[in-house]
């Protein structure tokens, strides 16, 4: 059997916006809010409506719909529900969102709203939880929210980030339990990410603890995707961490470089790519030929 290999590539075809603009009440200390800053603002639901219209007509597949959290960790994605309505009636875009933290009455509104689905960050330790994020919460809530999305019907794709308690491994596989508690269509490992000015600026998981993470996914989970998402670190360490993920057997690796696409041709991997964001299933309809 050949090995294949899928790459995502979102750039203009699945475009982030954020529904609170640059700002974030939590600014974690691996952000402080500066990843919203490359992000599309889109604030009100006729804002929201507009730009995403006018992207979709640009030829946009998908949009994620994101932004900066409360200090309950929650984005305030239910604020344009009137306009995610109107969006799946009048284009054909696929619209996922980071939620954060979210009741079951809120995951229903979102189902009926026609959103696509939703990636949910699920923290496994604790203290990295406060310590990183400033929050103040227990696996319980993690597995509240998971179960919410899940009754809810909405697809569900969660995130484990290698290296967020400050470049170590601390509750990765933790985190993998408690997603393990309900079914998900895709699990998405990414990794501490470093952001100029923030107080992690300097600080990189190591590429073997994406070894130790990502092994242990596919064995957890051997009927689910595993997926290398988009934040990965960067410089050198970026394309090591996807070969890696390659000689590993993931199903797929969002933005891959194109050294890695290259090693992936070497190797007899039998690509596929996709215009999408890394959590959705592949389809025919969001094939792309090559790399754009």
């Known amino acids: 059997m050949p090995k294949k290999i899928n790459f995502f590539i979102t750039s203009h075809l699945f475009p982030s916006l954020s529904v609170t603009g640059n700002s974030c009440a939590l600014m974690c200390k691996h952000c402080e809010g500066k990843l919203l800053e490359s992000l599309i603002p889109a604030t009100t639901c006729d804002e929201f409506e507009k730009k995403a219209i006018a992207l979709y007509g640009k030829g946009a597949k998908g949009l994620l719909i994101t932004g900066g959290c409360d200090k309950r960790g929650h984005v305030p994605v239910n604020s344009l ?3 995610i309505k109107k969006i799946k009636q009048k284009t054909e875009l696929i619209l996922i969102a980071h939620t954060g933290f979210i009741s079951s009455e809120e995951a229903d509104a979102l189902s009926n709203s026609g959103l696509d689905g939703i990636g949910f960050d699920v923290i496994g330790d604790m203290s990295t939880a406060r310590e990183v994020y400033g929050l103040d919460v227990s696996e319980k ?85 595993i997926v290398l998402g988009c934040a990965h ?60």
């Open 81 to 83: 529900i009137p306009a």
């Open 233 to 292: 670190s960067s410089g050198k360490d970026r394309g090591e961490i996807e070969r890696i993920a390659l000689l590993c057997g993931m199903s797929g690796i969002a933005s891959p470089t194109m050294q890695t696409i290259d090693f992936a041709r070497k190797k007899g991997f039998e690509i596929s790519y996709y215009g999408t964001c890394c959590g959705i299933l592949p389809d025919e309809k969001t094939r792309i030929e090559a790399l754009l």
């Open 141 to 225: 809530d993690y597995i509240e929210s998971l179960r919410a999305m899940e009754e809810a019907g909405i697809m569900l794709f969660p995130h484990v980030c290698v290296g967020l308690h400050f470049g170590e491994l601390k509750g990765e596989c933790c985190a993998l339990e408690l997603i393990k508690t309900i079914t998900s269509s895709t699990v998405i490992i990414t990794g501490l990410m470093p952001v100029a000015g923030t107080p992690m600026a300097h600080v990189k998981p190591h590429p073997c603890d994406f070894e130790k993470v990502i092994k242990k996914a596919i064995e957890m989970f051997p009927n689910t995707p």
